[in-house]
């Protein structure tokens, strides 16, 4: 019986072109804010800095290779084609006749790997350089140089094995296969094995064993039955709580606030997952350029796991600014500085400033307007709380009220657990309206308070899982002695499909009531609800949505209720396209009477970016208003719920 074993370690055209120029500014300017670049280059041309310097070959050998898979499967081909990168590199010479065997034989061993990959542990690689076999070259070879040197690979895949037996041992004993893709009678790539072997270690792990490993990775293929048989060991090691927690590579961060934030110096029972979750929680803080947490080799005498956490700051301050565009809103235009650690326990400071709906109106005057001020103190009292405090100034105008505010306010944000926030606060606002009831001022006095929970597997472009919003915003407006409340909710929920999530299917329901105020124009109109634009019903200009008086204004309303639904579907890696359905109502009432549902509904185009992706979605209303909005073109970054 032939066996082989392998063992191892553990306007039209106008404005849709303004809508993508503004987008690709945006993606420009953002790139160029996330990397130290040495030069910029667009469409091959260095637009500033200097190109990378050719790393000169010494004794340069030229030559010529060819490769023959020896399979009609096409994704192999490919596989093995790209492996081959005496193939792929056949332009730039090698240095000296050695390196040309040394890239042979490193060329072997990744086809080689392709082959396990695809269970095909019976294939075999042969190349020959200027007709000699690899393996029979002499230790210091010499090539006629007068023409390129020819190089030949020769593959010969192989039928694909089938699992035939699998052995978990030690720790891992008793555990199923199956629950590792290791299925008896299907095909069990080298890849596969590997990723078993990892997740066995990981789950023996999740058990407290911080000392656990890998102890047995054996494959063995039985070539006449073509199979292969697949034994994995793993020692399990005592179950451990963690120990001492030691901070290196801090500047000026704390390293008191680092080991106290990442929540790990609390003695509890060891777990991988949770060291994750805190090297993730020390990312998000946005100081630390790195961090990594390692583990101890042994456990003290008290039978806990040391661990070190190792940080390596970033940069403090920062700034930036960036672009957005809609058809019916016009542009818009922000820009900010930041501070990411004011006093050395990642407090942040943030100033920004935004103007908006240029174009949407030619008179500078009716633009709007937003300055602010942001302090935000993470693990303020408690590792799980942030404190956040915020003074704005904003002056609005956009088609349905004009309105100048001034808003301080602050909040202490809870967190439950990985998914659940509270958070509460207070808000004092001056407000100067002048809408459908006239000229009125108001001088509010709110406590929101909020609960989240976002179980969604990626902020930036969810695949799967949900998000849900609840908040109350309980208010007294003091010149005319009234009391409202609002009350909203939101959930939206994700469902990838296919190997790759290549097709999710994205909804959203959000709704609310204002309860209070003997009349509507108790509540101040900034506060009163509206739908239309990006963030609501696309193809209606921001808040177009409204119940109207006689007279054709705008008044805002008591509830609303919205609905959108999105296939979100990839055409390329980078590339995918978005039709969209938007549905929305307002009303005076404290429940909407969907008396007037209106509707838009159109398609985006993604681009996929580290920073989230780049959105460009073109909607029309399905029952427009008279003389309202006839579509409307979206540019930003993110998905759009």
């Not at 790393?55 to 030559?63: G, Q």
């Not at 020769?154 to 199956?178: C, D, M, Q």
């Not at 009678?185 to 023996?204: M, P, T, Y």
Request: proline letters at 5%; charged letters at 20%; glycine letters at 12%.
């Amino acid at each position: 019986m032939s066996k082989s074993v392998f063992r191892g370690k553990a306007g039209g055209a106008d404005k849709l072109r303004r809508a993508a120029l503004l987008v690709a500014s945006s993606s420009v300017l953002a790139l160029c804010s996330i990397s130290d670049a040495h030069a910029l280059k667009l469409f091959g041309i260095t637009l500033f800095g200097e190109d990378e310097e050719e790393i000169e070959v010494i004794n340069p050998v030229a030559y010529n290779a060819t490769i023959d898979t020896g399979t009609t499967d096409e994704n192999l081909a490919e596989r093995l084609q790209n492996a081959a990168s005496l193939v792929n590199d056949d332009e730039q010479p090698v240095s000296g006749d050695l390196g040309l065997v040394v890239k042979a034989r490193e060329d072997r061993d990744r086809l080689v790997a392709v082959l396990y990959e695809d269970a095909r542990y019976g294939g075999t690689v042969h190349i020959t350089i200027q007709g000699r076999d690899l393996d029979e070259l002499p230790i210091n070879p010499t090539f006629d140089h007068t023409q390129p040197v020819p190089v030949t690979i020769t593959v010969v895949p192989g039928p694909p094995f089938a699992l035939g037996s699998v052995n978990f041992e030690g720790a891992a004993a008793g555990r199923n296969p199956a629950d590792y893709d290791l299925i008896v009678g299907e095909q069990a790539g080298s890849r596969l094995i590997l990723k078993a072997g990892e997740q066995l270690l990981v789950d023996v792990k999740a058990g407290g064993r911080p000392l656990a490993r890998l102890t047995e990775r054996q494959v063995t293929a039985d070539h006449p039955t073509q199979t292969v048989h697949v034994a994995l060991g793993v020692a399990g090691g005592p179950v451990a709580n963690l120990g001492p927690v030691a901070v290196k590579g801090a500047r000026t961060v704390e390293p008191d606030f680092i080991a106290s934030y990442s929540r790990l110096d609390k003695g509890d029972r060891y777990s991988p997952e949770q060291l994750r979750k805190a090297s993730e929680r020390l990312r998000e803080l946005g100081v630390f350029g790195s961090v990594t947490i390692r583990e101890a080799d042994s456990l003290t005498p008290e039978g806990t796991l040391p661990l070190t956490i190792e940080v390596s700051e970033g940069k403090h301050r920062y700034f930036g600014f960036g672009a957005q565009y809609s058809s019916l809103d016009g542009a818009g235009l922000q820009g900010y500085w930041g501070h990411r650690n004011l006093f050395g326990e990642a407090e942040s400071l943030r100033i920004e400033g935004e103007v908006s709906g240029i174009e949407a109106t030619t008179e500078v005057e009716t633009f709007n307007y937003a300055v602010g001020i942001t302090f935000i103190k993470p693990g303020a009292f408690v590792p799980e709380a942030t404190f956040e405090a915020r003074l704005q100034a904003l002056s609005e105008s956009p088609d349905t009220y004009e309105a100048q505010s001034v808003i301080g306010s602050a909040s202490i944000s809870y967190e439950l657990n990985e998914t659940d926030v509270l958070k509460a606060g207070g808000e004092i606002a001056w407000i100067n309206t002048d809408d459908a009831f006239g000229k009125n001022e108001y001088l509010t006095f709110a406590v929101p308070f909020s609960f989240e929970r976002d179980a969604r597997d990626n902020k930036l472009n969810p695949t799967e899982g949900y998000r849900t919003t609840l908040a109350a915003n309980p208010t007294y407006e003091a010149f005319n002695g009234s009391v409202f409340s609002s009350f909203e909710g939101s959930i939206s929920g994700y469902l990838g499909f296919g190997e790759d999530d290549n097709v999710v299917l994205a909804g959203r329901l959000a709704a609310g009531t204002l309860i209070g105020g003997d009349q509507l124009s108790d509540i101040p109109v900034t506060r009163r609800f509206f739908a239309g634009g990006g963030g609501s019903v696309r193809g209606y200009a921001y808040q177009e949505i409204s119940p109207y008086n006689d007279a054709d204004e705008a008044l805002g309303g008591r509830s609303y209720g919205l609905a959108s639904f999105e296939v979100r579907a990839r055409i390329t890696e980078d590339i995918g396209i978005v039709p969209f359905i938007d549905v929305g109502t307002v009303s005076t009432e404290l429940v909407p009477d969907f008396s007037d549902i209106r509707a838009g509904a159109g398609i985006g185009i993604r681009y996929a970016t580290p920073f989230g992706p780049l959105r460009l979605d073109v909607a029309l209303p399905l029952q427009p208003y008279e003389g309202g909005s006839k579509y409307g073109i979206y540019a930003g970054i993110g998905q759009a719920f």
